[in-house]
T-cell receptor, first 115, second 114 residues
Framework: ETGVTQSPTHLIKTRGQQVTLRCSSQ?????VSWYQQALGQGPQFIFQ???????GRGNFPPRFSGLQFPNYSSELNVNALELDDSALYLCASSLNRGSSTDTQYFGPGTRLTVL | AQSVTQPDIHITVSEGASLELRCNYS??????LFWYVQSPGQGLQLLLKYFSGDTLVQGIKGFEAEFKRSQSSFNLRKPSVHWSDAAEYFCAVGYSGGYQKVTFGIGTKLQVIP
């Protein structure tokens, strides 16, 4: 059984550009959540995808968008990058979308630097 | 809105000493509470979770946490710290409806000295 994987590991972009981050969920998991972790902060919830649809969102602007594919892998897209978007982006997968009791399994993250 | 406070940003303990990391939460309903650990360059690993029942929860790596509703606290403890426990620890509260949103605290960085 493979765990949650994310790619790329590191990424450098310039302000105004667009970026796509990828996540492969743990085998059998149909729910993926994305978090942003700025330096020195705890992770902040961006949104959650369940069976290819967004079913929950945190306080992030629409330029943060996502996709989930039939195999339950996921992408996070960020348009018009700003300096404050520099952070570690974490993906987490779980079995059940609505249950806060379900364990989320986190990937190692993608470190995004915006110059 | 739910929130989590971890009052200690950085803690240093000697190897073999006991450890307690503090966490206070704010949530209107029955909280779902978690402790995660993050080592440098790694993702988050779940140490333990509380949903209901026994207020003393046992986790992995010898950690335990106690839920105290009257104090809105969920402190993490370990009787004897090992050098490998040096990491950052996050307390989190879960949202209980519709989707699985977890709110994290700012984290406590644990340093272990010989």
């Amino acid at each position: 059984e493979t765990g949650v994987t994310q790619s790329p590991t590191h990424l450098i972009k310039t302000r105004g550009q667009q970026v796509t981050l990828r996540c492969s969920s743990q085998s059998g998991h149909n729910t993926v959540s994305w978090y942003q972790q700025a330096l020195g902060q705890g992770p902040q919830f961006i949104f959650q995808y369940y069976r290819e649809e967004e079913n929950g969102r945190g306080n992030f602007p629409p330029r943060f968008s996502g996709l989930q594919f039939p195999n339950y892998s996921s992408e996070l897209n960020v348009n018009a990058l700003e300096l404050d978007d520099s952070a570690l982006y974490l993906c987490a997968s779980s079995l059940n979308r609505g249950s806060s009791t379900d364990t989320q399994y986190f990937g190692p993250g993608t470190r995004l630097t915006v110059l | 809105a739910q929130s989590v406070t971890q009052p200690d940003i950085h803690i240093t303990v000697s190897e073999g000493a006991s450890l307690e990391l503090r966490c206070n939460y704010s949530y209107g309903a029955t909280p779902y509470l978690f402790w995660y650990v993050q080592s440098p360059g790694q993702g988050l690993q779940l140490l333990l979770k509380y949903f209901s029942g026994d207020t003393l929860v046992q986790g992995i790596k010898g950690f335990e946490a106690e839920f105290k509703r009257s104090q809105s606290s969920f402190n993490l403890r370990k009787p004897s710290v090992h050098w490998s426990d040096a990491a950052e620890y996050f307390c989190a509260v879960g949202y209980s409806g519709g989707y699985q949103k977890v709110t994290f605290g700012i984290g406590t960085k644990l340093q272990v000295i010989p």
